[in-house]
């Protein structure tokens, strides 16, 4: 599998959240969710700062990178 087919894989489980969210017993489990996003976004982050390493233009995603691990302290810390 290449970076591409993974995030093919990531946008999809992100529908199916979306999706299955909006069934009444979503709050079951609701701070695993949070949990399993919170690791999520900072793998999505990672990912990010290796894109970077590999470019020519570096830091074009760094604001993005803090964008995402604020958010991902945020829901691990709730």
């Known amino acids: 599998m290449n970076e591409f087919e993974a995030s093919l894989i990531l946008r999809a489980g992100a529908e199916l959240l979306a999706v ?5 017993r979503s709050e079951e489990g609701y701070s695993a969710v949070k949990a399993n996003l919170s690791i999520a976004l900072d793998s999505i982050a990672d990912a990010l700062l290796n894109f970077e390493a590999a470019s020519p ?4 995603s760094s604001g993005w990178v803090q964008d995402l691990r604020q958010v991902a302290d945020d829901l ?3």
């Not at 299955?20 to 009444?24: I, K, L, T, V």
């Not at 233009?57 to 074009?60: D, G, K, M, Q, V």
Request: avoid cysteine; aromatic fraction near 0%.
């Open 20 to 24: 299955e969210s909006a069934d009444p």
């Open 57 to 60: 233009t570096a830091n074009r």
């Open 76 to 78: 691990g810390n709730r």
